[in-house]
């Protein structure tokens, strides 16, 4: 079964600096990765979708893709104070439409 | 349009006791999730149906938990007789023909 860890546990930036967040998986049967935020006692926000290696962007939020390193990174760009809450990434393939978690990176932002 | 909605929004229970969750997932969504989410974790599939049938509940403690969708629209949750390793969030998610996933708010379920 599909493993997915996410690094670091934790990540404190400064407002408008450039955050980054990584994802490895266990195994290439994955084809579509997401990035999710969760605010404390909230649902989960889709922040990117992405299927094919190379980057997407969606707003301030970039995810670059590379199956061949089984590796999905997240960057933000200029966070702010309301960025701060447990980005979780996830990982799907064709055979199981149930998403595979990591276990989070907790991201806090100080002005 | 209105997200996934879930009730409650918390719940505390003795160890024994029987607990239901419910979930309404965005109209017209024929695939619906639910997940369970410890604290300090990510969410981790229980199980899943496509309209009122249940694709895959290999995940879902059987003795003690089930989940229906009879009309394919909405979902219940259910735990009989909680135990302590139950609290958790518990999440609902749609969506349609397996494509982007939403999720509801969760509900917090804490067992004493």
Redesign the interface.
């Known amino acids: 079964q599909q493993k ?1 860890q996410q690094s670091p546990e934790s990540l404190t930036v400064s407002e408008g600096a450039m955050a980054s967040l990584n994802c490895t998986f266990s195994d290439g049967t994955s084809n579509n990765f997401r990035w ?1 935020r969760q605010h404390s ?6 922040l990117v ?1 992405i299927f094919s290696d190379g980057e997407k962007e969606e707003g301030r939020f970039t995810a670059h893709l590379n199956r061949a390193n089984l590796h999905v990174s997240l960057h933000i760009r200029e966070p702010q104070p309301s960025d701060s809450a447990v980005y ?1 990434c ?1 990982a799907r393939n064709n055979y ?9 990176t907790r991201v806090s932002v100080f002005p | 349009e209105a997200g996934v909605t879930q009730s409650p929004r918390y719940a505390v229970l003795q160890e024994g006791q029987a607990v239901s969750f419910w979930c309404d997932p965005i109209s017209g969504h024929d695939t619906l999730y639910w997940y369970q989410q410890p604290r300090d974790q990510g969410p981790q599939l229980l199980v899943y149906f496509r309209d009122e049938a249940v694709i895959d509940n290999s995940q879902l403690p059987s003795d003690r938990f089930s989940a229906v969708r009879p009309k394919g629209t909405n979902s219940t949750l259910k735990i009989q007789s909680a135990k302590q390793g139950d609290t958790a969030t518990y999440l609902c998610a749609s969506s349609y023909r397996g494509r982007e996933q939403y999720f509801g708010p969760g509900t917090r379920l804490t067992v004493l």
């Not at chain 1, 006692?41 to 889709?46: I, Q, R, S």
């Not at chain 1, 199981?96 to 989070?104: E, I, R, V």
């Open positions: 997915v999710y006692a909230k649902g989960l926000e889709v979708s979780l996830a199981a439409q149930g998403l595979t978690f990591g276990l989070g």
